[in-house]
């Protein structure tokens, strides 16, 4: 997709015709090479952002895909860190190029567990949990608990932190492509089984800091200025933190 090495039309056809599930676990292998992975220069500015908050002992990655943000949360956790999502596919491609890196970096601890985030498996022993672009596979029905797992996985003080960036401004081509893409999942979604759900239209942030207030989080935003300012000057993108008491 965009270059020579990433995903033809045909395979992200077939992926789009699939399960979320299937479609990611076929996608895996090239997921990497495509605009879907989370940009460095966004990571970058996460890892930022977050140092100050810190220091953290162990830290989780909620749908971690190839584990994009396990790159971030390596850098601010001292003791360990986990990555968590339902696609085996994607876990393998995580697990093998961290494996493929040098062995002698010292780090935290990495593990790789396979889990719905509807689910989580575990109980209040993380310090912080990050997701970076995992929330428009969930319908907004379903956001009160996904942040009621997280909350749950966190301990006292525990911190949850994504980025969002600002919606873009009406009639602009990028409000256009969102809806377009929106309108197309659903039409796909209403004749074509299994569903697919991704949108990029559901996850209006005065909703969100809503439900997460609603899941016992208090919540703050920190502008991401690295990644630059609207034309009045407000932050195009910000770092939701939600600590839990």
């Not at 966004?42 to 909620?62: I, K």
């Not at 596979?137 to 003080?157: D, I, N, W, Y």
């Not at 873009?168 to 039409?187: E, I, N, Q």
Request: proline share 9%.
């Amino acid at each position: 997709m965009f270059t020579p090495e990433g995903p033809t039309l045909r395979e992200l056809a077939v992926q789009a015709l699939s399960s979320i599930e299937r479609g990611y676990d076929l996608l895996a292998p090239k997921f990497d090479l495509t605009p879907y992975r989370t940009p460095d220069r966004v990571l970058d500015a996460v890892t930022r952002a977050l140092r100050p908050l810190g220091p953290f002992d162990a830290g989780l990655d909620v749908c971690c895909g190839t584990g994009a943000g396990m790159s971030v949360l390596r850098q601010v956790c001292g003791e360990r860190v986990t990555g968590v999502d339902f696609s085996a596919g994607m876990l393998a491609v995580g697990r093998s190029a961290l494996a493929d890196e040098d062995g002698s970096r010292a780090g935290p601890a990495v593990h790789w567990v396979r889990a719905d985030a509807l689910a989580l498996p575990f109980a209040p022993a993380f310090d912080v949990a990050l997701s970076l672009g995992a929330f428009g596979h969930f319908l907004p029905k379903e956001r009160p608990a996904l942040f009621a797992q997280v909350h749950a996985s966190l301990r006292p003080g525990g911190r949850f932190v994504f980025p969002v960036g600002a919606p873009p401004v009406v009639g602009s081509p990028a409000y256009w492509s969102l809806l377009g893409f929106d309108l197309a999942m659903r039409v796909r979604n209403a004749l074509w089984r299994p569903t697919f759900v991704m949108y990029y239209r559901t996850f209006p942030l005065p909703d969100v800091l809503d439900d997460l207030a609603a899941a016992g989080f208090t919540v703050r935003l920190l502008p991401l200025s690295e990644l630059g300012s609207r034309p009045d000057g407000s932050p195009r993108a910000r770092l939701v933190v939600a600590t839990r008491a």
